[in-house]
């Protein structure tokens, strides 16, 4: 406590206690002076004082203590409700998403996936992928966990050319089990490539994924498994091959396995296997079989549905369901701009017109503010905002003040004095010249309202200045500038009457800038 606040405390106590001396000094008087009429009612006007200073003291203790008392924590608006409820809200989210995609082809396509996804939450099947280099034991493990000799198992390389997927039952889980073996990772050939691809689609489509390895992981396995790691995949990576391992060493390479995910998976989530061990020959010369091992595996996969069973299967969907969503919001994105491409056209070539009608030496800004209003809510509209005309004016004067306030409105005259072989002086001058680099400022302007629109009508960190310079710097290409001058005096002279101050040949054919 600082001294301040103890320097008041101690004088608003002696205070405190001053005036409850002159107090009771006062009423002590008034009962004297009573008594010397009444001494009864001098006794009753005191037991009245009495009542009422306790009664008072009563009252301040029951606020001192509902003013003490720990609040109660207001209930809290409802938590984010559990994974399931999530993934059935994603799965409704995507499809109110893939509704608005308008081609045909890839909404049939989308919607396709939309259902094998919706199907597989509906069935709440789990589907465990196994995954991993050629030749570490996939297919011996697959043969293993279902008891029977379902896949070829070879030593070299690429024995398993194509994926297959097999029911699996685990003691003590009532879910349905899926088990899909699929060929090796990262072999060279181009054939081995294609496959790849597959089994990485493969991969991020599993509910768990079983990441096979028969050493500490290679540079080229411990990226794949980070990778997976990374967009939130469950996996085990799974040590096969156990038997080749004298036990310190397999601990040390368990160890090391350990370490390099950590802390993103959990040790347990580690295990070794032998899946198919070989025969060994004894010092004796005696020949041994080892007994395969699967146990560590098939108690880790069992523990794990147990405990994470609707969880893990909530957390696939949402992450599949994550992924389409980007591919639809992608398509969507670019429907979006498609339709606005010709939305900003328009109005280049109304302001490209108008001002170069405005017998004005100075493009009226102002003007095409007003004109770009109407832009804006027309992009607004393309984006599913409704915003009303004066909103759009609002924004338009804003993005014209900044064009101005940037210096881009004289960077363009340049531009384009540049690009029609012609004097500033004579640019500025010229009508048809205003008239273009008006058309140019509205394509600007309107390729800026786009991003605006496209990040939820914001302007993003670096603000309206930041996206204005952007766009400015992105349709300053020599060769779009070129088209994009003999496009607007096709324009203008086929809208408008006036003349335009341009010596230039009829047609596209403006002359190269130097
Ligand atoms: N010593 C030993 N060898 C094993 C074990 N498991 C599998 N192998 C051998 O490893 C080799 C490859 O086994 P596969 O099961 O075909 O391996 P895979 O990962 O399916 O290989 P690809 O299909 O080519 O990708 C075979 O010779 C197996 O006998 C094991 O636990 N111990
Ligand atoms: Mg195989």
Known sequence: MNRVRLLVIGIGTVFVLGMMLWLVDFVLRVQAAIALVSPLLAQVFLWGVMALALGGVGVGVYY??????????????????????????????????????????AQTALRKKLQTLAANWHQRDVRIVLFGVGSVGKTSIVNALLGELVGKVDAPIGTTTVTATYPLTLTGIDQALWLTDTPGLLEASQEGKDRETQVRYLATEADLLLFVIDNDLRQSEYALARSLLDIGKRLIIVLN????????????????VRSHFQPDLAPE???????????????????????????????????????????????????????????????IQDQRREAADPIIERYQWINAAVVAATPLPVIDLLATAAINAQMVVELGRVYQFELTLEEGKELAFALARTLTGLGIVKGVINLLALGMQTTIATAIASRGVQGVSAAYLTRIAGKSFVEYFQQSQDWGDGGIGEVVQQQFQLNRREQFIREFIADAIAHLRQETTIPLDLDFPRGDTIPKPE
Do not use: C
């Open 269 to 331: 989530d580690v295990v070794d296997v032998a899946a198919n061990p070989h025969p060994i020959r004894l010092t004796t010369g005696e020949m041994a079989q080892m007994e395969r091992d699967l146990w560590p595996l098939e108690k880790r996969l069992t523990e794990i549905l147990r405990a994470e069973g609707a969880d893990l299967l909530a957390d696939s969907i949402l992450l599949r369901s994550q992924r389409l969503s980007d591919t639809a919001r992608q398509l």
């Open 241 to 256: 091959k156990a038997d080749l391992y004298p036990e310190s060493d397999l601990a040390a390479i368990l160890d090391k």
């Open 64 to 105: 001192i203590r509902q003013f003490m008392r720990p609040r109660r924590r207001r209930s809290r608006p409802a938590l984010p409700q559990g994974k399931p409820d999530a993934a059935s809200e994603a799965l409704s989210g995507l499809e109110r998403q893939v509704a608005q995609i308008q081609d045909q082809v």
